[in-house]
């Protein structure tokens, strides 16, 4: 009996956390000072409804944008109505042969050549011009599908995608040569998938 009664006047013991309190006091402002914030961008498309969802802006019209290494095409679906060969058709081959020569050294190619800038690759002011023609007549299209060889660079991929969604334009009928141009929406509606 004497052990039971022993055992019921014991008192937990107190927790003192004023000295970690204290540090979190002074670690939490130091933290949110030095910490580094990163912005992500994203590119948010517009997908056109699937098969059961609805039918595409004009069944008639259809503008497909083919990436290729090196050229871009404009097909309507059947054929191809433009075609704007790469900048640097020259300059292309001289940036393959340090790729190929560090994939024999057993190097990564990644590394070896840098990717350059897609409007130093492709044609977009012309690209522009053409899909600018192209909504001019169809004013109520929006959709449009973007058709990617598979070595072409995640880079390019944005660059065209931003020419396709829209251009900077002069508006129409101005005459004032310092006139700045607006923003003109093309086709937003964007599917991808993998050129013929």
């Known amino acids: 009996m004497r052990s039971r009664r022993h055992g019921r006047n014991k008192e937990a013991p107190e927790l003192d956390i004023t000295a970690f309190l204290n540090l979190m006091v002074v670690l939490v402002p130091f933290l949110l000072v030095s910490a580094v914030f990163s912005r ?6 517009n997908m056109p409804s699937g098969a059961g969802g609805g039918a ?4 008639s019209v259809t503008v497909e944008v083919v990436v290729r290494k090196d ?11 433009a075609r704007f060969t790469n900048l640097n058709q020259e300059g292309e081959q001289a940036a393959d042969a340090p790729v190929e020569a560090a994939a024999a050294e ?3 190619p990644a590394e070896a050549a840098p990717v350059l800038p897609t409007a130093e690759v492709y044609d977009l002011a ?3 011009e053409f899909l ?6 169809y004013p109520e299209k929006t959709d449009s599908t973007l058709l990617m060889e598979p070595d072409v660079a995640y880079e390019h991929l944005v660059g065209v995608m931003d020419a396709v969604r829209g251009a900077d334009v002069i508006p129409e009928g101005s005459t004032d040569p310092e006139a700045k141009p607006e923003r003109m929406e ?3 509606d964007i599917s991808l998938g993998d050129a013929p």
Do not use: C
């Open 40 to 45: 992500v961008t994203i590119l948010e498309l």
């Open 56 to 59: 595409p802006d004009n069944p």
């Open 71 to 81: 050229a871009l095409e404009v097909s309507d679906g059947e054929k191809v109505i």
């Open 106 to 108: 057993g190097g990564d």
């Open 126 to 128: 012309r690209l522009r």
């Open 132 to 137: 600018v023609r192209i909504k001019q007549s």
């Open 186 to 188: 093309l086709f937003p």
